[in-house]
């Protein structure tokens, strides 16, 4: 019987076919705590005893140290108008061993954790981002990561050195015209050929493009795809995707142009190459690893996907977070500061709410890597949830901050977060591919407990296997249906928590979640099969209810790890109750767009208005707003620990730092002011708002002559913070220069890369 029904399984294609390129991705990295939702029963107890890591005493004292240095020698908004990074700056960067972070000591490295190397690429990239490429990029996919750890012991020993110290700047050559969020597909060929004298060379063929540090890159790690006809190398006629390393004065290379990123126009640029002929010891690993290259970047994206790019998007995060509490309370409207009205609220509460939340999210995830682990679907759904997230959240600090955030100029504080978002939601895996494609669409087949192990049996035709795992899915069905009634019918009020007290409630309805998750799950695979693979709204909900479960759970391991700190519940509660409402979304949406036979209607009718009723959220609540935006709009510890990891601002004239020394100085008159206020109340002085009646309360003798002082220094500085940047005609005005190409005359390396 199960042989006839694993024939029938095969001639219907009902499960999806596994091509090679994506067994290789399925098969790179590690399950994480993706794998407990998928289960329907997570296991809270173990994962609330998953590391969560802090920085060691050397890694701190490089944070606090050269990297704090390192941003002091940056004005952010100089570098952003320039475009270019001062060579002393550049000096220093390599001196102080920022590009050589990942690499290992031996190399002449500093050998940093995952969580160390990930709060430095935070503070310097949050900074500028120009600056920060210089350390982000040697230090993420690309030359020092793939060398480090499939190089030959011959090019570790000769590249290494030299990348940690800073004398090769790296980049890494993926993508091109037609391979973006595809790498898979591209077009860069390399071919096998014997030189005149007999010896084996490769010929390049390539146009590249979106390559950040190109333009001042020294060494290329190449991606292409090899042919070797003869086989000259061993690795059969066609070895597939190749990763071999480039030096900039190669012949028949192009390189050095700029595109202009949107933003803060980082050094990013295309090159390309024409009959470029290599080595084929220049191959990442040596000859052997012909044919490697797209293994080895799955194995390093696995876990590096939530490293560089989490590390920057949370950083913009905490920045706004850090300048938009305080211009809430300092900016007033109608007589009161606007973070006190109940709209702009709102958006300060969430500002502050997702950045505790995303930041527990990083540092939970940076320490399971450096425990072992390579989660590939928990690091891509923290890309692009973090990215998302950074987006909106700067969004809703241009929303609070208003003119202040639309005027450009050295005293905006917010328009750095807000013009660079899309750059990190573009890279590394679009959003919108990453979504409705990777998350789920890898999940569902890795994470799944019988799955990958039910395919694999199907192809292999082993007919033991295949009855041993298809008898396990059915059953794991049936418990997660039966749990999913029962939990949802008593509201999962007799769930087991790892933990008693507020927070448990989270653990229970989370519980709950998963098994319906993990029922909706495994009814999408039985009847869509391998049309879910097509289906990429609805892998993109399911997407979003496994992304929001990671990210609460992250909340609540963080808020166990910090003490469960008696200030911080409000903002769990707040990120919980988000998490859950939009996991309930998710859920609304699978059950309304499931398209198949009667258990389709099922689910859209009688199943919807029961989910629709018996909500696991309606969201956070109105009584959380004040203390949760309260968290950011004072400057008490709690502000420091949420907007912590940052560069540290000082006070000035212009920016961050004085919009700092203005809400310092406003802090420090509260009392005087609302002195002010009493007396204004008792109709002993004239009405107006507390700074504009100093000289009245001086006067009365409310308030004496230093006082006095001190509150007017505060309202000059508070008056400061409210004007915007104005420029001369002759400094806002410029020459016209060159027009750019238009799109009927590409540039050479875009038509270079449609001949390849």
């Known amino acids: 019987m199960f042989h006839r029904l694993m024939k029938l399984m095969q001639q219907r294609k009902m499960l999806p076919r596994i091509s090679d390129t994506e067994r290789l991705a399925l098969e790179a990295g590690t399950v994480w705590i993706d794998g407990e939702f998928f289960s329907g029963r997570p296991n809270f107890t173990r994962m609330l005893s998953e590391p969560y890591a802090q920085p060691s005493a050397e890694e701190r004292a490089f944070l606090d140290g050269p990297t704090e240095e390192l941003c002091r020698m940056v004005d952010p908004y100089e570098l952003a108008q320039t475009?270019?990074?001062?060579?002393?700056?550049?000096d220093f960067i390599k001196q102080q061993g920022f590009m050589g972070l990942l690499i290992p000591r031996k190399h002449g490295g500093r050998g940093f954790s995952t969580v160390a190397l990930s709060a430095v690429m935070s503070k310097v990239n949050g900074h500028s981002s120009p600056m920060g490429t210089f350390v982000v990029i040697p230090n993420s996919l690309g030359a020092g990561e793939?060398?480090?750890?499939?190089?030959?012991?011959?090019?570790?020993?000769?590249?290494?050195?030299?990348?940690?110290?800073?004398?090769?700047?790296?980049?890494?050559?993926?993508t091109e015209l037609t391979a973006g969020s595809d790498a898979a597909s591209i077009k860069a060929e390399g071919v096998v050929f014997a030189d005149d004298d007999g010896s084996t060379k490769i010929r390049l063929n390539f146009a590249k493009r979106y390559i950040t540090l190109a333009p001042v890159a020294d060494l290329i790690s190449l991606a292409f795809d090899l042919h070797d006809p003869e086989d000259l190398l061993g690795q059969g006629r066609h070895p597939g995707i190749t990763v071999a390393m480039l030096h900039r004065d190669i012949p028949g290379l192009t390189?050095?142009?700029?595109?202009?990123?949107?933003?803060?126009?980082?050094?990013?640029?295309?090159?390309?190459?024409?009959?470029?002929?290599?080595?084929?010891?220049?191959?990442?690993?040596?000859?052997?690893?012909?044919?490697?290259?797209?293994?080895?970047?799955?194995?390093?994206?696995?876990?590096?996907?939530?490293?560089?790019?989490?590390?920057?998007?949370?950083?913009?995060?905490?920045?706004?977070?850090?300048?938009?509490?305080?211009?809430?309370m300092l900016r007033t409207q109608f007589g009161i500061p606007i973070g006190l009205m109940e709209g702009v609220q709102s958006k300060v509460a969430e500002i502050a709410a997702m950045t505790y939340l995303f930041e527990a999210a990083r540092v939970y995830a940076c320490s399971a890597i450096d425990n072992g682990e390579k989660p590939p679907v928990v690091s891509a759904l923290?890309?692009?949830?973090?990215?998302?997230?950074?987006?909106?959240?700067?969004?809703?600090?241009?929303?609070?901050?208003?003119?202040?955030?639309?005027?450009?100029?050295?005293?905006?504080?917010?328009?750095?977060?807000?013009?660079?978002?899309?750059?990190?939601?573009?890279?590394?895996?679009?959003?919108?591919?990453?979504?409705?494609?990777?998350?789920?669409?890898?999940?569902?087949?890795?994470?799944?407990?019988?799955?990958?192990?039910?395919?694999?049996?199907?192809?292999?035709?082993?007919?033991?296997?295949f009855r041993t795992q298809l008898l396990g899915w059915l059953k794991h069905t049936a418990h997660n249906w039966l749990r999913t009634k029962v939990l949802g019918l008593t509201r999962a009020l007799f769930a087991q928590s790892p933990v008693s007290g507020p927070t448990a409630t989270y653990y229970r309805r989370l519980s709950w979640a998963s098994a319906r998750f993990a029922l909706l799950a495994d009814l999408a695979m039985y009847l869509l099969g391998s049309k879910l693979k097509a289906k990429g709204n609805l892998s993109g909900r399911f997407a979003d209810a496994l992304t929001w479960q990671v990210l609460a759970t992250a909340t609540l391991r963080r808020y166990e790890a910090e003490g469960r700190r008696q200030e911080d519940l409000p903002l769990v509660r707040y990120g919980c109750e988000y998490a859950l409402a939009r996991i309930q979304e998710a859920f609304e949406g699978i059950?309304?767009?499931?398209?198949?036979?009667?258990?389709?209607?099922?689910?859209?009718?009688?199943?919807?208005?029961?989910?629709?009723?018996?909500?696991?959220?309606?969201?956070?609540?109105?009584?959380?707003?004040?203390?949760?935006?309260?968290?950011?709009?004072?400057?008490?510890?709690?502000?420091?620990?949420?907007?912590?990891g940052i560069a540290r601002i000082e006070e000035g004239p212009t920016g961050a730092g004085r919009l700092l020394r203005a809400f310092r100085l406003h802090e420090e008159t509260a009392a005087l002011r609302k002195r002010i206020g009493k007396a204004r109340k008792s109709h002993d002085l004239p009405g107006g708002s507390e700074y504009e009646i100093v000289d009245a309360a001086l006067a009365a003798g409310v308030v004496n002559q230093a006082e006095a002082d001190q509150l007017r220094e505060a309202h000059t500085a508070v008056l400061a913070v409210w004007e915007v940047d104005v420029f001369k005609p002759e400094d806002y005005f410029r020459e016209s220069s060159a027009a750019a190409p238009s799109a009927d005359e590409p540039a050479p390396s875009a038509t270079a890369a449609g001949q390849h």
Request: aromatic letters at 8%; glycine letters at 12%; proline letters at 6%.
């Open 83 to 90: 475009h270019r990074v001062p060579d002393e700056v550049l």
């Open 146 to 174: 793939l060398l480090a750890h499939y190089g030959t012991e011959a090019q570790q020993a000769a590249y290494l050195p030299k990348l940690a110290s800073g004398e090769y700047v790296p980049c890494f050559g993926l």
């Open 255 to 328: 390189i050095g142009d700029h595109h202009q990123p949107i933003g803060d126009g980082f050094y990013n640029g295309p090159f390309s190459g024409t009959d470029v002929v290599i080595e084929p010891d220049a191959i990442i690993g040596g000859p052997e690893f012909a044919g490697q290259g797209w293994r080895m970047l799955m194995e390093q994206l696995a876990g590096g996907r939530a490293v560089s790019l989490p590390a920057g998007a949370i950083a913009n995060m905490k920045q706004v977070a850090a300048m938009t509490g305080p211009y809430s």
């Open 382 to 465: 923290l890309k692009s949830s973090s990215t998302e997230y950074a987006q909106k959240l700067a969004i809703h600090g241009m929303d609070v901050l208003a003119g202040a955030g639309v005027m450009q100029g050295p005293n905006n504080v917010a328009a750095g977060a807000y013009t660079g978002a899309p750059v990190s939601i573009t890279v590394e895996g679009a959003n919108i591919m990453t979504r409705t494609l990777i998350v789920f669409g890898q999940g569902a087949t890795r994470c799944h407990p019988h799955a990958l192990a039910l395919v694999n049996a199907v192809e292999a035709d082993d007919v033991d296997a």
């Open 591 to 644: 059950h309304a767009n499931f398209d198949a036979p009667v258990v389709g209607w099922w689910l859209r009718h009688p199943a919807a208005l029961f989910l629709r009723m018996n909500r696991l959220s309606e969201g956070p609540s109105d009584r959380l707003l004040p203390a949760v935006a309260g968290s950011i709009q004072s400057l008490n510890d709690q502000y420091r620990r949420l907007t912590a």
